[in-house]
């Protein structure tokens, strides 16, 4: 050994380097990779060390730093130190920084919040008894017109009679109001429906409540209401006399488990969240497949022309991929409006690029023998594609677009929430409206879902790779 190699081994001198630079006595001993990786995760966990500001978080860098000292020590007598000292210094730092940025903070947990979330989602709103119901009305003025009115208002509907009293009337007036010939020794529910169809509840101390009395044997009640103080609200013209209603409703069950309200919009959404995963996948095939084998490099890097090709092709599904289908949901919902439709086209958009990188990565890893025995036969590049490459894919393709529609399922309904149809436009609104009992129900809808396609497509992946 000569004398300028025993000095670049000398472990103090190697030591002294790796002070002065990270990573440099590490490369001095012929250890480049080692001592390149140890300099950038150095400068990395420094910069975000220093950009965060405190203090106490600079025990990370200095740590890896010394670490790194005694590893080009260690090196340079011929034995290596673990990794993992500075990699522990360095998650430290990453992940006690990103708890201080996130905020983490359980003492701020509301359990009274928590409980008003879970007690109704623990009852989901998506079947419920089979019930008959039993429904009047009579109508009544507001404001009274300028002509003269009757004194009561009064309507038959199939032997049951309505009547209030007076007809007319103002925010925060008293009417009498009565009905005849409902069930007997049956709740009744009384509210209001203004003339735009917008329901007002009538009990409590300040409607904020329903209004349920019971009729008696007869099957009559008579009570006093107040007129709803925000009946005139949505109206524009508070001086037109426009036509409102005071309804009677009675319920009752007959035996039986129907799909509630709600639970018909959870079954119309995931139908809509299934068949926009379908429809996005199908039509991403039909532009994946082909630009596949233009973003295959074993296919397309003969000659400058194609391998220029192959990269502008590359990058431009790169740069769909990493755009989030969410984002194009939000831009087709711009272009398009609301709906299924802007869904569909986001997720498109985003399959073609999946698809076309995986599928060409399929194409990248075929067996070259048939493509080289084409060939050799004077085939051109269409001919190779047909019979060399297009058989062995077949399969491959197959389970990847099996398992993109699967993909598609969990993110078509992400995509509703922003508008994209689906069951999670509404989702959304039912969280808005704390109908946290509808929530539970497509959560276990999309669950049900999700477990059953993932399943589907397992087996049949098995059966084709």
């Not at 990786?37 to 860098?61: C, E, N, Q, R, S």
């Not at 790169?318 to 194009?328: H, P």
Request: charged share 10%; net charge positive.
């Amino acid at each position: 050994m000569t004398a300028a190699s025993q000095t670049r081994r000398n472990p103090i001198l190697t030591a002294l380097l790796s002070t002065l630079v990270p990573g440099l006595g590490q490369g001095i001993v012929k250890r480049w990779y080692r001592g390149v990786a140890i300099l950038l995760a150095t400068l990395v966990v420094a910069g975000m060390v220093i950009w965060y500001g405190k203090p106490v978080w600079y025990f990370a860098p200095v740590g890896m730093w010394l670490w790194n000292i005694w590893d080009a020590f260690s090196l340079a007598g011929g034995r290596a130190r673990t990794i993992l000292i500075p990699v522990a210094f360095g998650l430290a730092a990453a992940y006690g920084i990103g708890w201080q940025v996130v905020g983490v903070n359980f003492a701020a947990a509301d359990m009274n919040r928590a409980l008003a979330v879970a007690r109704p989602m623990a009852h989901p709103d998506m079947f419920e008894v089979k019930t008959e119901t039993n429904e009047t009305w009579t109508p009544i003025k507001i404001p009274c017109p300028a002509t003269s009115s009757s004194p009561s208002s009064v309507r038959e509907d199939n032997g049951r009679v309505a009547t209030v009293s007076p007809s007319c009337g103002a925010p925060m007036d008293t009417l009498k109001i009565s009905v005849s010939g409902m069930w007997p020794n049956t709740n009744t529910q009384i509210w209001w429906r203004t003339a735009i169809s917008d329901p007002l509840l009538l009990g409590g101390t300040n409607g904020d409540k329903m209004l349920v009395l019971k009729t008696d044997s007869s099957g009559s009640l008579t009570t006093s209401i107040h007129v709803p103080i925000s009946v005139l609200i949505a109206q524009p013209d508070k001086t037109l006399s426009l036509e409102h209603q005071v309804r009677f409703t009675q319920s009752r069950p007959t035996g039986g488990i129907a799909i509630s309200y709600n639970g018909g919009f959870v079954l119309k959404g995931m139908l809509e969240t299934i068949a926009m995963a379908l429809m996005a996948t199908v039509l991403a095939i039909f532009v994946a497949v082909p630009i596949s084998f233009l973003a295959a490099r074993n296919l397309m890097g003969g000659n400058p022309i194609t391998f220029g090709i192959y990269v502008v092709v590359r990058t431009l599904l790169n740069i769909l991929r990493s755009v989030e289908a969410l984002l194009f949901a939000i831009v087709f919902v711009v272009i398009t409006g609301l709906g299924p439709f802007a869904g569909v086209l986001a997720l498109m958009v985003h399959s073609i690029a999946a698809l076309a990188k995986l599928y060409s990565e399929v194409i990248e890893g075929i067996d070259p023998g048939p493509i080289e025995a084409i060939k050799a036969t004077g085939a051109n590049w269409v001919q190779v594609a047909r019979y060399g490459v297009i058989p062995q894919i077949i399969p491959p393709f197959t389970s990847f677009t099996i398992y993109r529609w699967d993909i598609n399922v969990r993110t078509a309904t992400v995509i509703g929430m922003v508008g994209g149809g689906g069951i999670g436009f509404y989702l959304i609104q039912w969280i808005q409206l704390n109908d946290f009992r509808a929530v539970s129900a497509a959560f276990i809808a999309i669950a049900i879902v999700v477990i059953i396609l993932d399943f589907l497509s397992a087996k049949v992946r098995e059966r084709l790779v």
